[in-house]
C-alpha cells in the first residue's frame, strides 16, 4: 500500500517550496516551517522523514543554512564532496537547489529510492557529529 500524504502535508510543504525558491534559505522561516511540517510525519508515521525534517531544522538553525550538497557526484576516486562552496557566486541557487531536492524526497515517502536516499542523508546528519 502506498503512503499518500494528506492535504494539509502537502500544502505545507508547497509552502515551503516557494518561499525557499523566491527567498532562499530564510533561516527562521524554514525552520519554522520545518517544525510545523515535521507532527505531520509523525501522525503518518513516516519516521524517517520525521527524523530528517528535526534533523534538517536543526542543521539550519545552527548553521543559519543549508550547505549539504545532495545533488554532488562522485570524482573520479569515488569521493563525494558533501558541502556547498558558499563563496561560490552560484552558492544561493546551489542551496536552494539542494533544499528542494531534500523536499521532493519528503513529498513522494512511498518511493523506494527516496527512502534509500533519506537514510543517506540522515547519515550525513549523524556523521557531522552535531547531533
Not at 7 to 29: C, H, M, P
Not at 59 to 77: H, P, Q, S, W
Not at 117 to 125: C, N, P, S, T, V
Amino acid at each position: 500500500m502506498e503512503a499518500t500524504l494528506s492535504k494539509d502535508t502537502v500544502a505545507l510543504i508547497d509552502k515551503l517550496k516557494s518561499l525557499v525558491e523566491k527567498k532562499g534559505i530564510v533561516k527562521d522561516d524554514v525552520v519554522k516551517l520545518l517544525t510545523e511540517l515535521r507532527p505531520h510525519f509523525i501522525e503518518q508515521k513516516e519516521p524517517l522523514i520525521t527524523r530528517v525534517t528535526r534533523l534538517t531544522a536543526e542543521y539550519i538553525d545552527d548553521k543559519g543554512t543549508f550547505d549539504i550538497n545532495l545533488l554532488a557526484e562522485e570524482d573520479e576516486e569515488g569521493n563525494i564532496d558533501q558541502d556547498i562552496d558558499m563563496n561560490s557566486e552560484d552558492s544561493f541557487n546551489d542551496v536552494k537547489e539542494n533544499f528542494l531536492y531534500l523536499l521532493d524526497l519528503f513529498a513522494h515517502p512511498e518511493n523506494s529510492v527516496n527512502k534509500e536516499e533519506l537514510q543517506r542523508i540522515k547519515a550525513i546528519y549523524l556523521d557531522r557529529d552535531m547531533f
